[in-house]
Nanobody, 127 residues
Framework: EVQLVESGGGSVQAGGSLNLSCAASGFPYSEYCVAWFRQAPGKEREAVALINSGRSTTYYTDSVKGRFTISQDSAKETVYLRMNMLQPEDTAIYYC????????????????????WGQGTQVAVSS
């Protein structure tokens, strides 16, 4: 069973930065995909970024391109999300999600393809 634990959320002012971490364990194979989703109050959960293990291929939703960077430390099975130039509209609960196969990187993945989820971490950006 894959287990995910997020950390690194918090409160910042607009223009600030935060680093999120997703510590994973229990992957049965070396090929897997980890994504960061976010859900703001009253909105649907949306994929923000994803990374495929080994290949390190990535996807970013348009609203975060150039501001957010997803990376991984395969040895630690940890995926990071570096968030720069944060804006109030980035305020949400951020979730880490994983699936035990690669993800396509040409379109935003639906939440339904991920079988494992973390508990979420709050990110609040004030203007």
């Amino acid at each position: 069973e894959v287990q995910l634990v997020e950390s690194g959320g918090g409160s910042v002012q607009a223009g600030g930065s935060l680093n999120l971490s997703c510590a994973a364990s229990g992957f049965p194979y070396s090929e897997y995909c980890v994504a960061w989703f976010r859900q703001a109050p009253g909105k649907e959960r949306e994929a923000v970024a994803l990374i495929n293990s080994g290949r390190s291929t990535t996807y970013y939703t348009d609203s975060v391109k150039g501001r957010f960077t997803i990376s991984q430390d395969s040895a630690k099975e940890t995926v990071y999300l570096r968030m720069n130039m944060l804006q109030p509209e980035d305020t949400a609960i951020y979730y880490c999600a994983a699936r035990v196969s690669y993800c396509a990187t040409i379109y935003k993945p639906p939440a339904t393809i991920f079988s494992s989820w973390g508990q979420g971490t709050q990110v609040a950006v004030s203007s």
